[in-house]
């Protein structure tokens, strides 16, 4: 079985830009968590969506945002990107059809740097 | 709010050795807990959990953690490394759902 995957795994990109990151969970998972990890602040959860609607949300700014999709694939975008956001963008991938899980599965993640 | 305290930052030890990394958690409501390891450009992998039962729980690679509540604490322990478990762990919780917060890590170094 695939695990997750995450596009692209390499970004560079300039401050004030956007950038959208994608997420593809394990088959079968419903629900797709977003965690930020940084030298200075670890890791910090973001938000996690189940079955389109987000079901909990961590504490950062407006400008970070995500979305779900039908086929459970999840993508996150960061508007108006300042240097601290430069970071490795972590997704999990959970609760398959028809249980309840709290074993969370990591992608390699998105290594993020903003210049 | 929940929050979790990994007390060393870096654990050096020799191969074959005994290790434990210790990890202490805060929370107002019951919790499940988690050990992941991170290898250097790879994202998490979990070692282990404890959602409930029995308070010694076995993982992947030999390791195990015992869970105690009195103490709040879930060390990670294993009885004999290797080189190959040089990487960094994070200990986890979380009250019932899927959010995690993670400690800030404990980097394992383990030398020949």
């Known amino acids: 079985k695939a695990g997750v995957t995450q596009t692209p795994r390499y970004l560079i990109k300039t401050r004030g830009q956007q950038v959208t990151l994608s997420c593809s969970p394990i088959?079968?998972?419903?629900?797709v968590s977003w965690y930020q990890q940084t030298p200075g602040q670890g890791l910090q959860f973001l938000f996690e969506?189940?079955?389109?609607?987000?079901?909990n949300k961590g504490n950062f700014p407006g400008r970070f945002s995500g979305r779900q999709f039908s086929n459970s694939r999840s993508e996150m975008n960061v508007s108006t990107l300042e240097l601290g956001d430069s970071a490795l963008y972590l997704c999990?991938?959970?609760?398959?059809?028809?249980?309840?899980?709290?074993?969370?599965?990591f992608g390699p993640g998105t290594r993020l740097t903003v210049t | 709010a929940q929050s979790v305290t990994q007390l060393d930052s870096q654990v050096p030890v020799f191969e074959e050795a005994p290790v434990e990394l210790r990890c202490n958690y805060s929370?107002?409501?019951?919790?499940?807990l988690f050990w992941y390891v991170q290898y250097p450009n790879q994202g998490l992998q979990l070692l282990l959990k404890?959602?409930?039962?029995?308070?010694l729980v076995k993982g992947i690679n030999g390791f195990e953690a015992e869970f105690n509540k009195s103490q709040t604490s879930f060390h990670l322990r294993k009885p004999s490394v290797h080189i190959s478990d040089t990487a960094e762990y994070f200990c986890?919780?979380?009250?019932?759902?899927?959010?995690?917060?993670f400690g800030t890590g404990t980097r394992l170094q383990v030398f020949p």
């Open positions: 999990a991938s959970s609760t398959p059809s028809g249980t309840v899980s709290y074993e969370q599965y």
């Open positions: 088959s079968g998972h419903r629900s």
């Open positions: 969506y189940f079955s389109e609607t987000q079901r």
């Open positions: 929370s107002s409501v019951s919790v499940y």
């Open positions: 404890y959602l409930s039962g029995s308070t």
């Open positions: 986890a919780v979380s009250e019932k759902t899927d959010k995690l917060i």
